[in-house]
Structure formats: C-alpha cells, structure tokens
C-alpha cells in the first residue's frame, strides 16, 4: 500500500513513522516543498498545487492514481477542510482520505465554533469573543479581566498571537493581528467571514497538558494519551511526561464521542485551580504526538492496519506513563552534489 502526506513541513517524525509501519510492502509519498528535509527522506516526492488552486483536488487525484496511492493522510490544518469536501471523489477511485468530514474540520480550525463546541457539551473552555465590542462590555461589568489573548480565529502555526495587558493594548494589538492575518496565509481561511476573523480569550493560567485521542476510521474512539508538557517552543510541544491521569483519559474520550472525530485529535488542555480546561483541537497529528509514539504507541501503524482491514492490536495504543520525551534539532544540507 502507498500512502501520501501532504504538508510534511519539517515532520520528518511522522514519515519515519508511516515508513516503518509500512514495513517496506509500500511507499510513503510526501508534498508539498522541496525546502524542507521531510520531503528528501520520504520514498518519493511531490511540489503539487498550492492547497487554494482550483486545479489541487484534480492533481492530486490524478497523482495519487497513476502512482498507486491508496491514501492520503493530510498534516494541516488547512488542507483538513479541501481534502474532507472532496473525500467521496477519492473514494470513487479507491483512494481513502484519512480525515474528519467537513464540519468536524471547522469545529477544529474554527476557533469560535470551538468555543461553542466545548461549552454545549459542557467542557470548560476559557471565555471567548468574537467582537471587541462584546469583550469591552463584559471588561466593563467585570465578567472578563485582564490579560487578555488576542489570536486569529482561524489561526495556526502561532501567526497573530499576542498578549493584551490593557486596554490600549487590546485595541493596538487587536489591529495588528487582523494585519497578520491579511499578511499570511490566514487570509485563505478567514476571507469567510475578515470582520470576525479575530478571537479574544481570557488567559489560561496553570499547568499545560496535551491529549493525543484516537478514534478509527469510521469515528469510533479507541484510546486517550495524556501529557504533561514540560516546554513549548514556538507553540509547539518541545518536551512532554506521558502522564496516567483517569480525568484527562476521560475529557478525551467524551470529546471523541461527541466529535465522531477520525485517526488522531491533537487537544491542548490546562489545569487551573483543580479543573481540567480545553484550549484548542487539531483534527490531524499534533507537534504532541512523538511523545506518544516514543513511550510505546503507534498510531500510524493503527491507521496502516486500519486502512488493511485488519485487527488493530492494543499495544499499539498504549504508552508507558513517566516516559519523558523531547525534540533535538539537526541541521542537514537540501542541495546535495
């Protein structure tokens, strides 16, 4: 079987772990940049399209038939959506998607339906705004204090974020999120609706856990992660505990089956005062999930017998808890002679 990521970035990790899993009946074919080192140690690579061309589905589509790739398996958030509208295409070609519909997509990269998501199903979520209107009202009757983080909401890779400490702040860095936002890529996803492309919450304060929540192909939960992280950088997990927490196995779980999610949600959580708050979700693998991978799972290696027909074997599921993990970063050369 072959199999393609798209969006491999510097997730040289996640090709390593779909090579192995593959154990060599199959190739991992990878997209999308040819600055990246991920795209030199997959079998075979791709520059397609970019996400937003009207021609990426039909490409890729094309691709992955005259390549005999039987699934896809995209790293982005912004291709989570495009991949989830057009998963009957490929099907129709026998090529499997390995992604939520379209509305669990928006439920993650959606900020504010995150929010709202969170708070019907009754998870503690910090208080959110779409309107700096709205936040300047509950600052004035004290429902909301400051700090304040101001982000987009359709955001990812830390782009926009900022810490408001005050109100001078709240209307100077407010202006300069939307300005980041028209300035990157953001701008694909927020053009839906630019006047409300910006999202205020009240800032989290306590000790940061992440959940990597896993769930077959037709949406099933099977298993829960906890992680206690130990460093971010960049807004990335740098260095984690594999935690046994029944409270947080929980929290994933309910989540899980109220999302019908599929493969792995990324879930970046906070314990404040004795409560377990849920921050953001990532419907993909997370900058979290080495973590897991290094104390004993294997999920790709699921999603590879999953996508066989075969039995998924438990120990493929579990992690040790107390094993700490962390990243290293190492230098290579792209334009070998």
């Not at 997990?237 to 935690?243: G, H, L, M, Q, Y």
Request: aromatic share 10%.
């Amino acid at each position: 079987m072959n199999i393609l990521l798209t969006s491999v970035g510097r997730r040289t990790y996640l090709v390593k772990y779909f090579k192995d899993a593959l154990n060599n009946v199959g190739l991992v074919y990878a997209a999308n940049s040819n600055q990246t080192y991920a795209m030199q140690i997959a079998d075979k690579s791709i520059c397609t399209p970019l996400i937003h061309d009207p021609v990426y589905i039909d490409y890729l589509r094309g691709y992955c038939l005259k390549n005999e790739i039987k699934a896809i398996v995209p790293l982005f958030d912004i291709d989570l959506p495009i991949l989830a509208n057009s998963k009957k295409k490929f099907n129709e070609q026998g090529i499997q998607v390995v992604v939520s519909n379209y509305e669990t997509t928006q439920i993650c990269n959606d900020k504010w339906k995150t929010y709202k998501f969170l708070t019907s199903i009754d998870i503690p979520t910090p208080m959110s705004f779409i309107s700096i209107k709205d936040c300047l009202e509950s600052i004035n009757n004290n429902t909301i204090c400051f700090p304040l983080i101001i982000k987009p909401r359709w955001g990812m890779g830390s782009i926009g974020i900022y810490q408001a400490d005050n109100l001078s702040e709240l209307e100077i860095l407010y202006q300069k999120t939307k300005r980041d936002i028209l300035n990157t890529y953001l701008k694909y996803e927020s053009c839906v609706d630019l006047e409300s492309s910006i999202i205020i919450q009240e800032k989290l304060l306590g000790d940061e856990y992440g959940l990597d929540v896993f769930n077959d192909l037709n949406g099933n939960f099977l298993t829960c992660i906890p992680k206690q992280k130990i460093a971010m950088r960049a807004g990335e997990t740098d260095s984690a505990i594999i935690v046994e927490n029944k409270d947080l196995f929980e929290l994933g779980e309910n989540i899980a089956i109220k999302l019908k999610h599929v493969a792995n949600l990324d879930v970046d959580c906070f314990l404040v005062k004795g409560t377990y708050y849920v921050l953001e979700m990532n419907c993909r693998f997370g900058g979290q999930y080495p973590f897991s991978h290094l104390a004993g799972a294997n999920f790709p290696k699921a999603i590879i017998n999953m996508l066989r027909g075969e039995r998924v074997n438990k120990e493929l599921l579990h992690a040790i808890p107390g094993t700490i993990g962390t990243k290293n970063i190492e230098p290579k050369i792209l334009n070998k002679n």
